[in-house]
């Protein structure tokens, strides 16, 4: 099972981004995805999560009304698309894939599957 993650850039606080996730050996539709991201000195933190077979999707307070996580079920992708971004949403974003329950959805603990990252820089 790989995940691979891509999108990611440099961009100027207001603009947008979409990360990607992509999967192999596995199917996102049985489970839970997870993004999750790490600034410098940082640890990892969660960012929003979408768990399939319910629907239901949770968000990090920062990032609600300018983050939403979606999968195009044609080619099992998971999306972040991210607007109005601002230089705190620096950072090296990940995604997770698993099962989690919803005590754990919202940590790392809750996925078993990561991807290597991708790095999303807000700089003017």
């Known amino acids: 099972v790989q995940l691979a993650e891509s999108g990611g850039g440099l961009v100027q606080p207001g603009e947008s981004l979409r990360l990607s996730c992509a999967a192999s050996?596995?199917?996102?539709?049985?489970?839970?995805t997870g993004w999750f991201r790490q600034a410098p000195g940082k640890e990892r933190e969660f960012v929003a999560a979408?768990?399939?077979?319910?629907?239901?999707?949770y968000y990090e307070d920062s990032v609600k009304g300018r983050f939403s996580i979606s999968r195009d079920t044609a080619t099992d992708t998971v999306y972040l698309q991210m607007n109005n971004l601002k230089p705190e949403d620096t950072a090296i974003y990940y995604c997770?894939?698993?099962?989690?329950?919803?005590?754990?959805?919202?940590?790392?603990?809750?996925?078993?599957?990561w991807g290597q990252g991708t790095q999303v820089t807000v700089s003017s």
């Open positions: 997770g894939a698993g099962r989690p329950i919803t005590s754990t959805i919202r940590t790392l603990r809750g996925y078993t599957y």
């Open positions: 050996g596995f199917s996102f539709g049985a489970g839970a």
């Open positions: 979408r768990r399939w077979t319910t629907g239901a999707t």
